[in-house]
């Protein structure tokens, strides 16, 4: 674990610390490192990082928002790599956000495109505009509002290895003001670190649920999600 990273500043929103390396960041998220580390690299990278020491990227809770959002667009909604460096880099440059993603309601999945939907403000109407298919064309608000989905909703990420074919499933989650955004078992303040390390000391799914006033199906999702199973019997 890398020592020495930012300390949060006064006043500064918990959320925006960035305090997890991609590894640490990958292991919560079931997603691999190299993975994760792609999606940080070159020229015009799929994401950014909100802070560095040196060259290691250093990524907050808003961060790891986005990264989720985008296993979700890759994984459940199909879209290339391609698709979606394309469709960051124009959303950077048209709506002048380096974190597109971090606004929930932000960016949307409608017939096969990416768009950005921007709310009303300050007597600017509302628009939503392709950032893939058609870079900088307006829709049809009604349009977006009867085919659009959003990639992820509300204040929890509830990442789960096998989000992509499995979404009901919400076994652990992640929130900036539980564990200072650490993965615990959802509803719970119980990381799963500590599950981990009951399984891996030999401990039973059945033995950890009844420790921890747990159900033995919700032990063994979050044991799978960090890449645990339970031994055949």
Not at 33 to 53: D, N
Not at 131 to 148: H, S, Y
Request: charged residues 25%.
């Amino acid at each position: 674990m890398l020592k020495n990273k930012p300390a949060r500043r006064p006043g500064q929103d918990l959320r925006t610390v960035p305090t997890f390396t991609i590894p640490e960041a990958a292991g919560m998220l079931a997603i691999r490192a190299r993975t994760m580390f792609s999606w940080y690299e070159g020229a015009e990278p799929i994401l950014r990082a909100s802070g560095s020491i040196g060259p290691i990227h250093l990524l907050s809770y808003r961060d790891l928002e986005e990264v989720y959002r985008v296993y979700l667009l890759r994984e459940r909604f199909r879209f290339s790599l391609q698709a979606l460096r394309k469709s960051m880099l124009n959303a950077r440059k048209m709506f002048r956000s380096q974190h597109p993603l971090q606004r929930a309601d932000a960016v949307k999945e409608c017939l096969k495109d990416l768009v950005y939907d921007k709310p009303a403000r300050g007597g600017q109407p509302r628009t939503v505009t392709s950032l893939w298919q058609r870079p900088g064309q307006q829709l049809v608000k009604e349009v977006v509002d009867l085919f659009g989905e959003r990639i992820v909703a509300g204040r929890f990420i509830f990442p789960w290895r096998y989000a992509a074919t499995d979404h009901q499933s919400r076994p652990v989650s992640m929130n900036s003001e539980i564990m200072s955004g650490r993965l615990v078992v959802a509803g719970t303040r119980i990381p799963v670190t500590v599950l981990s390390e009951e399984k891996r000391s030999g401990s039973s799914s059945a033995e950890i649920a009844r420790d921890y006033g747990l159900e033995r199906e919700i032990v063994e999702k979050a044991l799978i999600h960090v890449g645990l199973r339970q031994k055949a019997a």
